[in-house]
């Protein structure tokens, strides 16, 4: 049982090297396999590094000791203090002879989920028992790349003058269109999950901070059931104040790029265990305008449902671009590329619309293929243009007025974006389903853990 405090690790299994040899070590983990020769027993106990090789001698051993490792159930949480040793058969090249071993947790059996079993379980069974799942070397590789993705966003933004940021996540109004929300009970008033912290982000634009970044969760009541949707993500956003849409692009692309390079220098065993191969992307990225994209896919004879006679058409301006335009699209295009100039009709009230033609937009997307990972524009900042587009809209002045009210007092001109961390962490990660990059994904059916 555990004693004092000489359980306590003093390195990682993928720590030790050949100046380690013939010196003490403790390592703790979990057995992840035991083997028993009657004489002589192997252990592979596995912690977040690797995985070392426990090789007990029944007859240099206490028998105790011997018959405790074993017998220890697999995925039980031991500490093992011995000497190590090099050993060409051990596949590290170096084994550890223990002379000290403590079962700190013990795993009941069976195993609700095997950790290193060849057949993998059903995403339900694995989602249930996630603690279990996250064990596995493929699974937290991901999430040791999204801790990755994080931090190269943020270095980014504070090196770029940007200020962290914190936006309420219960709200009275919608943002991205009143379909999407979840309800609550507030006290003795309706309130809602928020959808993006667009309007607070927008908000500090006429306070002076100037430069801002949040990097928090959004909710979206959608009700369907894909492998890029989630009812609750993480949403990377910016906003920044005198500047327009180039300007926010540019950061958007050293954000990408710095994304890539550091997976790359930090994550390299994570990916080789993914079998994930990528290539950090040169900038500028390449620029598709909507208008281009919808002749090219009228060339390819794209058919979309006509929402007033409901028979199917040639696909034309002023379309959303269904998932099978953008796979046609991903063909020539499978890495990332800019939408640019969409029509106005298909984006949010805030966002600008273009000087030149009132029916083109300052929105803008970035798409990986024929993913969408983020979108943003230049906004509205003229206090008379966006009350008529609040109107235009059909959304209620008064609703919005805690908001409109910040343009009314000197709001320069700003833009920003909105990046869906769980999207780019797929297509780093090459996961297939966006479940996949979540701790504990919440869709249609899961609310639980
Ligand atoms: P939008 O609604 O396009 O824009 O969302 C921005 C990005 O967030 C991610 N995303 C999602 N990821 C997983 N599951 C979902 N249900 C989901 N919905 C969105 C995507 C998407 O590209 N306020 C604007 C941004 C802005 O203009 O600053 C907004 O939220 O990666």
């Not at 100046?19 to 596995?46: I, P, S």
């Not at 954000?255 to 500028?284: C, G, K, W």
């Not at 962490?425 to 996961?431: E, F, P, Q, R, S």
Request: proline share 5%; charged share 30%; net charge negative.
């Amino acid at each position: 049982m555990m004693d004092g405090t000489d359980w306590k690790r003093t390195k990682f299994a993928a720590e030790i090297g050949e100046e380690d040899y013939n010196t003490e070590v403790t390592l703790c983990g979990w057995v992840q396999y035991t083997r028993n020769l009657g004489k002589m027993a192997f252990v592979h106990l596995r912690d977040r590094s690797g995985v070392a090789q426990i090789t007990a001698l029944s007859k240099t051993m206490d028998k105790d000791l011997f018959d405790l490792i074993v017998s220890v159930p697999r995925e039980s949480s031991l500490s093992v203090r011995g000497i190590i040793k090099q050993s060409p058969q051990a596949k590290a090249g170096w084994e550890i002879i223990p002379y000290q071993v403590q079962v700190l947790g013990i795993a009941k059996t069976p195993l609700p989920l095997g950790v290193v079993d060849r057949v993998d379980a059903d995403m339900e069974t694995r989602l249930d028992n996630r603690f279990l799942d996250l064990r596995k070397q493929e699974i937290q590789a991901i999430f040791k790349i999204r801790s990755t993705i994080l931090a190269a966003a943020r270095e980014v933004f504070l090196e770029e003058g940007f200020i962290e940021i914190q936006t309420p996540k219960i709200v009275a109004t919608a943002t991205e269109g009143g379909t999407a929300l979840f309800e609550m009970k507030y006290f003795d008033k309706k309130a809602y999950l928020n959808q993006s912290p667009q309007l607070f982000k927008q908000t500090m634009m006429s306070t002076g901070l100037d430069r801002v970044f949040e990097i928090g969760p959004a909710f979206r009541a959608e009700e369907h059931d894909t492998r890029r949707h989630l009812n609750e993500y993480t949403s990377i956003d910016i906003e920044m104040a005198y500047a327009d849409l180039e300007d926010c692009m540019g950061i958007l692309e050293m954000v990408v790029q710095r994304v890539y390079t550091n997976v790359l220098n930090n994550n390299f065993i994570d990916l080789d265990v993914l079998n994930q191969q990528i290539v950090a992307p040169e900038r500028p990225f390449p620029r598709l305008r909507y208008g281009c994209i919808i002749e090219k896919l009228q060339k390819a004879g794209l058919e979309v449902r006509d929402e007033n006679t409901g028979r199917n058409r040639l696909i034309e301006w002023g379309d959303d671009i269904p998932l099978e335009g953008f796979k046609e699209i991903a063909r020539d295009r499978p890495s990332l590329y800019f939408v640019t100039e969409w029509p106005m009709k298909l984006k949010p009230f805030y966002i600008h619309p273009h000087p030149e033609d009132p029916e083109l937009s300052l929105g803008f997307d970035l798409n990986y293929g024929e993913k969408e990972i983020v979108s943003g524009g230049q906004r509205v900042h003229e206090p008379d243009l966006l009350k008529e587009m609040l109107k235009k809209y059909g959304l209620d002045a008064e609703t919005f007025g805690f908001y409109t009210k910040a343009f009314d007092y000197g709001m320069p001109p700003h833009a920003g974006w909105g990046l869906g961390a769980e999207r780019l962490t797929m297509i780093i990660t090459g996961a297939p389903n966006v479940r996949e990059t979540v701790l504990f994904p919440r869709d249609r059916y899961r609310l639980v853990p």
